[in-house]
């Protein structure tokens, strides 16, 4: 493998050096293209051999874990007022053609959670039977639960009531104050219903996270997995908007209004692609720094993939407050804050420790497998 790339990589110079700055000029576009798809395939490297890497009864380890205290920060509902917003890219710099074009769009008043919804929080879900109840979750969501046999998010193993996951550090208890990953679209969407929320609109994300300068947990910083802490360059008000997982939305893939393919053979890049899939936003800890900004729009199927070419990095839950006019909670939100602070509260007195060791097998059930390209 690597000698192709050094093959690729040799001839590629070769070509560029030796072009005229007229053909250089017809090449721009899709090596650029070439260049950032690439990017994408880094990311895909490194969550397919997650994938595979958790079939393995060795539990083999690609990098050792961080170690660190986990406090994540503490979850506001933001308010945002009804307006008339322009969503998409405005041109400047390198993006897909499907953030394109930019458009007008108009939203609601809305409350998005401060960050992201953690391991304590959906292990609520898990705990109150929210796999086995059908009222949370959509028609086709909850046949997929059945026909795949789903009880908890892929790469999930319970034995003797204690929960542990499968990373690229080997296999480690579930740190509860983790944002939680490798949900599918239906699996969101049910724990966002079970806890009194629903998911954002891509345009609703796009609008809050507009002045949010762009700082997380990214490939460069070698974690390879969400972080309970929130990244030095992350000021919030809206934290982990970038970085540790993408972000599921309510949107439906397709194109803005307006929206026309390349021309050639490029157009098949993202347009063929516009049907039975889901928005994801933000980025995950195994995309690149340089490949993230505002606009840009990951897609999947609402399912958990069945074919091995594309199995999801890092996919998790941001929510919209849907209950925000009532006084008190739900039942369904109520058992999820007191979930988590029974969750949260065990945790303190492990000390805090998010690690297990790499070289401890975890033997049960494993849950059968979800971002990107």
């Not at 098949?268 to 606009?295: D, I, W």
Request: with cysteine.
């Amino acid at each position: 493998m690597f000698g192709y790339r050094a093959y690729v990589d040799k001839h590629m110079d070769r070509l560029l050096r030796a072009s005229d700055s007229r053909t250089l000029d017809r090449a721009e576009p899709a090596v650029v293209l070439g260049i950032h798809h690439e990017q994408q395939h880094q990311e895909l490297i490194l969550t397919n051999l997650k994938h595979a890497w958790a079939a393995n009864p060795l539990h083999p380890v690609y990098r050792e874990a961080v170690s660190e205290a986990a406090v994540p920060p503490r979850r506001a509902w933001l308010t945002f007022p009804p307006r008339l917003a322009s969503i998409g890219h405005d041109g400047s710099g390198f993006a897909f053609d499907n953030e394109l074009p930019r458009h007008q769009t108009w939203l609601h008043g809305f409350q998005l959670a401060s960050r992201l919804a953690t391991n304590a929080e959906y292990q609520g879900f898990v705990a109150d039977g929210g796999y086995d109840r059908p009222e949370f979750w959509l028609s086709d969501g909850w046949a997929a639960r059945q026909v795949q046999g789903w009880e908890a998010p892929l790469y999930w193993t319970e034995e003797n009531g204690e929960w542990s996951m499968t990373t690229l550090a080997g296999p480690r208890l579930l740190c509860p104050s983790e944002p939680v990953c490798h949900v599918s679209y239906y699996e969101a969407d049910a724990f966002a219903r079970w806890a009194g929320a629903r998911l954002p609109t891509e345009a609703e994300w796009e609008i809050a996270s507009s002045d949010v300068p762009l700082g997380g947990h990214f490939l460069e910083a070698g974690r390879f997995h969400p972080a309970a802490t929130t990244a030095a360059d992350d000021p919030g008000p809206i934290y982990q908007l970038y970085g540790d997982v993408w972000q599921w939305t309510a949107s439906p893939y397709a194109g803005y209004p307006g929206y026309a393919p390349l021309t050639g053979a490029l157009g098949e890049y993202n347009g063929k692609f516009m049907c039975n899939q889901f928005v994801l936003r933000g980025a995950s800890c195994v995309t690149p720094r340089g490949h993230t900004r505002l606009t840009y729009r990951n897609f999947f199927p609402p399912g958990r993939p069945l074919a091995v070419q594309r199995h999801p990095p890092c996919q998790g839950s941001r929510m919209i407050d849907a209950v925000r006019q009532r006084s008190t909670p739900p039942p369904s939100r109520r058992r999820w804050a007191n979930s988590s602070r029974t969750c949260s509260a065990a945790w303190e007195r492990r000390g805090r420790n998010c690690l297990a060791s790499t070289s401890t097998t975890r033997t049960g059930r494993r849950c059968s497998m979800k971002s990107r390209r």
